[in-house]
């Protein structure tokens, strides 16, 4: 039988890359999915959908508008919780410590002229988180300053959310915030702009979190047979000399698809959980 296949993205997959040549790397990527699925099938067509942000395309997801799509964990994580048979079949691989893998790290960070030396000397400061939806930008860190005895609403003299990784490490660059939160390399990324090479030298972590799982790729299917075939797709194409290259360009150095499964997303269940988080106190 003949495999159609809706592809959804949100926007800020990365950063730094313009919306149109996202969506140029992203349908080639798609067309590279597609000729392996051909081989697997009598046919097939990746239909690649337009961008929206993450709350958005949750609810793509659910409807049933969207087949396939690349998300970040914790829009997952909301959008498996409201259909189960959106699963993840599919993680982003990435060079972490010198190693390829399926996990990344969350840090909070601070600039050198605040003289803050140690986490517990935050406390009474400023912080600035990224996007709610965001999990290094925010569920994460937010958890692990929560396990380490600062709640991240009422241990700090305000809390803001910049808006993304980018914009957070500029905020602590130029003094506007005590303290960010961000993925581990924020830091390493603000410092490759014109204007704040010096970042690794002003900027430094305070915290780094446990692993994060990295993130994937989700079908809206309860065929497991089919799960299967797209999954085996998707790991082939990222094998492929133009599908690496694609996805190293669309989708933040990623360097190759793994196969997983939805559990390897349940700790970000426990951290909503711990920190009293609804899906409606993050997607509305």
């Not at 400061?125 to 290094?136: D, H, L, M, Q, W």
Request: with cysteine; proline share 4%; charged share 20%.
């Amino acid at each position: 039988m003949p495999i159609a296949i809706r592809l959804s993205y949100y926007p800020w997959i990365t950063q730094n890359v313009t919306a149109q040549y996202l969506d140029q790397q992203i349908r080639r990527f798609a067309q590279i999915l597609e000729r392996e699925l051909v081989r697997a099938s009598a046919g097939a067509t990746v239909t690649v959908l337009a961008p929206l942000e993450v709350p958005a395309q949750i609810e793509q997801l659910v409807g049933g508008a969207a087949d396939l799509a690349l998300m970040n964990p914790l829009g997952y994580v909301f959008a498996h919780a409201g259909d189960s048979a959106v699963q993840s079949i599919a993680v982003a691989q990435r060079v972490i410590d010198g190693k390829v893998g399926v996990v990344y790290y969350a840090q909070v960070y601070t600039h050198k002229r605040t003289a803050i030396r140690e986490l517990a000397q935050a406390k009474g400061r400023t912080i600035a988180f990224g996007a709610k939806v965001s999990t290094s930008n925010f569920l994460v860190p937010a958890n692990e300053l929560r396990a380490k005895g600062l709640h991240p609403l009422s241990a700090f003299a305000s809390v803001s959310f910049a808006g993304g990784h980018e914009k957070v490490a500029k905020a602590v660059y130029e003094g506007m915030v005590d303290l960010g939160a961000g993925h581990d390399g924020a830091i390493a990324d603000l410092g490759n702009q014109y204007g704040y090479g010096d970042a690794d030298a002003c900027l430094v972590r305070l915290l780094r979190s446990a692993p994060i799982p990295s993130d994937p790729i989700a079908l809206r299917s309860s065929d497991t047979a089919l799960r299967k075939v797209v999954t085996e797709a998707l790991v082939a194409a990222g094998k492929t000399a133009d599908g690496k290259d694609a996805l190293g360009t669309f989708w933040g150095g990623v360097v190759g698809l793994g196969a997983t499964t939805p559990d390897a997303y349940d700790a970000l269940t426990s951290a909503l959980e711990a920190l009293n988080l609804s899906a409606a106190d993050i997607l509305d």
